[in-house]
C-alpha cells in the first residue's frame, strides 16, 4: 500500500478509510499516542497504539526523532487538538533514534542559534519546516508571475569573466596549483595556463547578460545563485544567495517601479492563500520573539499584519532627494540619535531606511533618482546630470530587498560614464554590441531571495532562510 502524505490527511474531511502513514516521531505519550511529523505540513497526525497488542520491542524505540510506519484507520479523534486519528493496527519502527544522542531530543525549545549549529537537522523543527515550506512557494509563486506575464526564464552564467560590479567582491574560480602557481616573467599570475585561459569569478549578479536577452527576447527573468565574497558578518548579507533579476525592453524606471510592487505583491499574497498554517505559526513565533524585547523596542504589527499591509496598500513613491529632506527633519537627526550622518550625496545607511519605512511611511517606500557617484555606472543618466533613473525598494525589517534601474541606453554617454567610473571598456565590448546595434530604453532589478524569505517570515537573521547558509569563515554541511 502506498504512503499517504499526512497533509492530505488532516487536510480532508474523509473518515474510516485504511492508510499507511510514515514520518519521524515528535513525542510519544502515555504509552498510546504518537505524533508523527512527515513534513508534508506543520501538523502532525495522531497515532493511536494498543500498547498491549504490540511488541515491547517496537513500543521501547518510539523516540523522538525515529523513523515510524504505520498502518491502520482514519478515524475522528474523541480527543481535544485534532479532527482525526490513525488507529493503528501494525506499526515498524523504519530508523531507531537514540534519545541520549539525539541533538534534538531537548527538554525546552532549542534556541535558532543552538539550531543554526544543527542546520543538518534544523528542517526537521516546526519553525524551519515552516520556513522552508514558504520558501519553496515563494519561488513556485516567482516562476508563476513572470510565466503568466510571458517573461523568459533565462540562465544566466555562474562562472563568468566579467568584473562589471566592482572587483575586490568576487570569489575566484582556478583550476590553478595554488603550492605552485605559473607566472609570466614579469612576476604576474599567468592565466593562460588556467583552466578557462582567463581569470575567472562566481557571478555578483546576472544583469549585464540579462540585459542581452532582454534585447532580443523582450522580458526575461533570472533566478539562481549569485556570490559575493564580502566580509559583513551581518543579519542580511550572505555569501551565497539567491537572486531574481528581471531584465525589460521598452520599460522605464515608473514601469519597472510598477512592475516591481506588483511583483512582490503577487509572490506575498501566494504564500498568505497557500501557506496559512505555516506563517500563523511563524506569526506567533514572531510575537513570542517580540515579548523578550523592551516595549520601545517592539514593532507595532503582527506578522500577518505586515504582509496584508504589503498586498493592501500601494508601496510610497519618493525620490532620493526627498528622502534626505524628510530624514534631515526627522526626530533622530535632530537628537542626532543616528550613528551614520545624512547629507545629499552619501548612500543612505539601513537605519536611515528602516526610519523611512518603519517610523514615516509605515509601508514598503520605493527611492528613485540617487546620485549619479554613488550608483552603478550602466544606470541612466538623468537631465540634470547629478542624478541616475536608479530605484531601491525598502521594506519594513529589512530596509533593502530591491535594487533596480532604468539603463542607460545611449551608447556615447554609457562610454563616457565607464571612463568615469574606470571601468573597462575594451573588455565588456559584448556589453556595449547592445548599444550598437538597435539599441533601446530598458529597465530591471535585482531582488534577493532570502530577503524576500526574510520578511515573508518575520525571521530577523538572513542565515534562517536558506537552508545551508554560507558565510564568512561559515561553510558546514
Ligand atoms: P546592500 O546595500 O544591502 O548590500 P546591494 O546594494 O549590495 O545591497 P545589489 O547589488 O543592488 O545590492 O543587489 C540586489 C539585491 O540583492 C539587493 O537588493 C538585496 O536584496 C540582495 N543582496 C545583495 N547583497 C546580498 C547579500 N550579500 N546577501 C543576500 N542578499 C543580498
Ligand atoms: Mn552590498
Redesign the pocket.
Given at each position: 500500500m502506498q504512503r499517504t502524505k499526512i497533509k492530505e490527511i488532516l487536510y480532508s474531511d474523509k473518515l474510516d478509510y485504511e492508510c499507511v502513514v510514515k514520518g519521524w516521531v515528535r513525542s510519544f505519550r502515555n504509552n498510546q499516542f504518537i505524533a508523527v511529523n512527515d513534513g508534508s505540513c506543520l501538523d502532525s497526525l495522531q497515532i493511536v497504539v494498543d500498547s498491549n497488542n504490540t511488541d515491547k520491542d517496537i513500543l521501547d524505540h518510539i523516540t523522538a526523532g525515529a523513523s515510524v510506519s504505520a498502518r491502520g484507520i482514519i478515524k475522528a479523534s474523541l480527543g481535544k487538538g485534532q479532527k482525526v486519528e490513525l488507529i493503528a493496527d501494525s506499526l515498524e519502527v523504519l530508523g531507531r533514534c537514540d534519545p541520549d544522542h539525539y541533538p534534538l531530543q531537548l527538554k525546552n525549545r532549542p534556541s535558532l542559534e543552538y539550531l543554526r549549529e544543527h542546520a543538518h537537522l534544523r528542517m526537521r523543527t516546526h519553525v524551519f519546516g515552516a520556513i522552508f515550506r514558504v520558501r519553496h512557494s515563494l519561488a513556485f509563486a516567482v516562476h508563476e508571475f513572470f510565466h503568466k506575464k510571458g517573461f523568459v526564464y533565462l540562465n544566466t552564467p555562474i562562472i563568468t569573466a566579467s568584473d562589471a560590479?566592482g572587483a575586490g567582491e568576487m570569489f575566484q574560480v582556478t583550476t590553478l596549483d595554488l603550492n605552485n602557481v605559473p607566472r609570466k616573467e614579469d612576476g604576474s599570475v599567468d592565466y593562460s595556463e588556467d583552466f578557462f585561459g582567463r581569470s575567472t569569478n562566481l557571478t555578483?549578479?546576472g544583469q549585464l547578460e540579462g540585459e542581452l536577452g532582454a534585447l532580443a527576447l523582450g522580458e526575461i527573468y533570472t533566478f539562481g545563485p549569485?556570490f559575493?565574497a564580502?566580509n559583513?558578518n551581518t543579519t542580511?548579507?550572505?555569501?551565497e544567495?539567491w537572486?531574481i533579476?528581471p531584465e525589460m525592453a521598452f520599460y522605464d524606471l515608473a514601469e519597472n517601479a510598477q512592475l516591481a510592487q506588483e511583483f512582490i505583491q503577487y509572490v506575498i499574497q501566494y504564500v498568505l492563500d497557500h501557506n496559512r498554517a505555516d506563517l500563523e505559526f511563524l506569526d506567533q513565533r514572531l510575537a513570542e520573539e517580540e515579548k523578550q524585547k523592551p516595549q520601545n523596542e517592539r514593532s507595532e504589527f503582527s506578522l500577518l499584519e505586515k504582509l496584508r499591509m504589503v498586498t493592501a496598500n500601494s508601496f510610497e513613491k519618493i525620490t532620493y532627494t526627498e528622502a534626505i529632506d524628510i530624514l534631515l527633519k526627522s526626530k533622530p537627526y535632530q537628537k542626532k540619535q543616528f550613528k551614520y550622518d545624512v547629507s545629499w550625496g552619501t548612500?543612505l545607511q539601513?537605519e536611515h531606511e528602516r526610519y523611512l519605512v518603519e517610523k514615516h511611511f509605515k509601508k514598503p517606500v520605493i527611492v528613485t533618482d540617487y546620485p549619479k557617484e554613488i550608483k552603478?555606472f550602466y544606470m541612466r543618466l538623468n537631465d540634470d546630470e547629478k542624478t541616475v533613473a536608479a530605484m531601491?525598494?525598502l521594506a519594513p525589517g529589512?530596509?533593502?530587498?530591491?535594487?533596480?534601474s532604468q539603463r542607460e541606453e545611449r551608447l556615447d554617454v554609457l562610454e563616457s560614464r565607464m571612463q568615469e567610473m574606470n571601468v573597462p571598456v575594451e573588455e565588456m565590448s559584448w556589453f556595449l554590441d547592445t548599444r550598437r546595434f538597435g539599441t533601446v530604453p530598458h529597465a530591471g532589478?535585482?531582488?534577493?531571495?532570502?530577503?524576500?524569505v526574510l520578511f515573508a517570515t518575520g525571521m530577523t537573521n538572513?542565515r534562517d532562510v536558506i537552508p545551508f547558509p554560507r558565510t564568512p569563515k561559515s561553510a558546514n554541511f
Open positions: 560590479e555578483v549578479s549569485t559575493r564580502e559583513s542580511r548579507h550572505l555569501a544567495f537572486m533579476e548612500d539601513s552603478s531601491d525598494i529589512i530596509g533593502e530587498i530591491v535594487g533596480g532589478f535585482g531582488l534577493g531571495f532570502e530577503r524576500l538572513i
